[in-house]
């Protein structure tokens, strides 16, 4: 019987040498005659480990990573298919304490499972969510999503229980499931990792979903920087068709569901909904103003549900196990799991799924590790380009919607960024209106030129010309865009601006001035 | 050997015929045909419009809104660095300072003998392998300039 030795085919773990890892074992095994079959999985999200490879043994899934090519020869020397000891050598998968830690309700099965095998899905309890949803009526299906508590990952945090529920009620020929995988937030790579790793929960939660709202049509909108996602994607929804999963008689229950993949073309914006809808449709990337709500004229005019991958994929767990049993995770009104990622300068980067509630300073420190560098940190910024940056002094808040909310910051779609003692804050404050200009879809005034002028804003306080001023003028401009933007875009890029100006001050001193006075 | 406008548009109007089915099928056809020809020939934007019934402004609009939609054909080899704040946190500024002064381009701009473009991505969903890059459509993490540059022979 051949061993099984999986090497992920994650993106990250890609772009870290594994196409090049698993080639080089292959091209060994071969020549050493020993017989071995080559898994490419999804990623466990430990991205200071990878590549990290994994053999089945007797006594489980052992695993040594960091990987690289060169080790490959010493690998096989030390025994390495049969779990044998060599400096890279982790232990169980299971048992490396960033793992075992973590409460994976969302991502139970990336890393564990052949991304495109629907029969490893289901042998590791995929699809048990569809089955009980298909005995259920729409409204006890969009209960249970209500009772859960999950609201929208993408980081407006609405309830997905309430959203599908006016799309139910909406009377329509024909309505739409789309999944907004539109993942362009820096620091953030949950949706990407699920899609290469598992993307079957993401096809049985939309499924869920269209039973739900009486949607039979779907659609992932993603990203064309995700070639590899896309292509997982569209492997794992022929396979689904091919198995009566998808189609006009979802597992032989009469109702319908199909669904595709669609890719942008590099458009920030194109997260935003009535952007992607519009996008979807063939037009520019241009926000719509609301009302009406893409849950009643969304899609080519017709109710529609826009969820992020991760609502998404965050609802069969619940139909398994019950609205109770996800509920019980988290605190406050932020209930179940948040798969959280860390990024940026850190020491231990990837992804962490928990319950709400941990606080920054312990995803930054402890479980993050620190920085990778070694220096102090100064500041994180949580939520991606349109979130606030906290410095030290804050590393009690919560990971909780409200708790980041009264903190003037937001937890978006739950990335974490780390910069060490090196960072300059006027820049980053720099860069965000500076990437609010180059993104902005140019709907709305105060985005479209707010964000043009914040940059000139900022030049002119770096030169020293009328600091207090230029202060002020700053302060009152974001003001403009946070209440005047039709959308995230523009209303949220005030939020790292004033958070590095109000936390970070010492940074925003003249340049010009400290020169003359060394 | 270069092709005439008119076989252009029998090859632009068969990827239309193709994809003119979907709902919504402007975007998969314009990826279609930069796919085909390596950019949206100008040509091109007419016989979309045809097809769709759109006009040739509106297909034009769509087309420069996208970063991903080119004007004319890219180096033999493309270089696309993140520029986003996690990447930042690892060096990215330096390195794309570095990348550019070496080149001797700008930010989306192609070498004079046409060998490189480079261009700026906000986020490859790599960011907790930073600084990272896609060069000619393979991602690297943790990259350094001189990785870069021999990778694409430079």
Redesign the interface.
Known sequence: MSIKVYVPLDSGSVALGADDVASAIAAKASKAGSDVKIVRNGSFGMYWLEPMVEVETPRGRVAYGPVSTDDIDALFEADFLTGGPHKLYLGRTQEIPFLKSQSRLTFQRCGIVDPVSLDDYRANDGLTGLESALKMTDAEIVKAVTDSGLRGRGGAGFPTGIKWNTVREAPADQKYIVCNADEGDSGTFADRMIMEGEPFVLIEGMIIAGLATGATKGYVYTRSEYPTAIDVMNEAIKVARAAGVLGDNVLGSGKAFDMEVRMGAGAYVCGEETSLLNSMEGKRGVVRAKPPLPALEGFLGRPTVVNNVISLCSVPVILEKGAEYYRDYGMGRSRGTIPIQIAGNVKHGGLYEVGFGLTLGEIVEQIGGGTATGRPVKAVQVGGPLGAYFPKELFDTPFDYEEFAKRDGLIGHAGVVVFDDTVDMMKQARFAMEFCAIESCGKCTPCRIGSIRGTEVVDKLERGEQPELQTELLRDLCETMKFGSLCALGGFTPYPVLSALTHFPDDFKPRALDIAAE | MSETTEDQNVRVAAICDQLITL??????I??EVQEEFGYIPDGALQTIAKK?NLSRAEVH??AS?????REEKAGKHVIKI?R???????GADALGDQIRRHLKVDWSQTTADRKITLEP??????????P?A?ID?K????VSADRILQKVGS
């Open positions: 709902e919504g099928p402007l975007l998969p314009l990826h769709l609009g769509v809104f996208y970063h991903d939609f993140c986003a704040e996690a990447c930042q946190a690892m991505v906000f986020c490859l969903g790599l960011c907790a392998c930073a990272a896609m459509g991602v690297v993490g943790r």
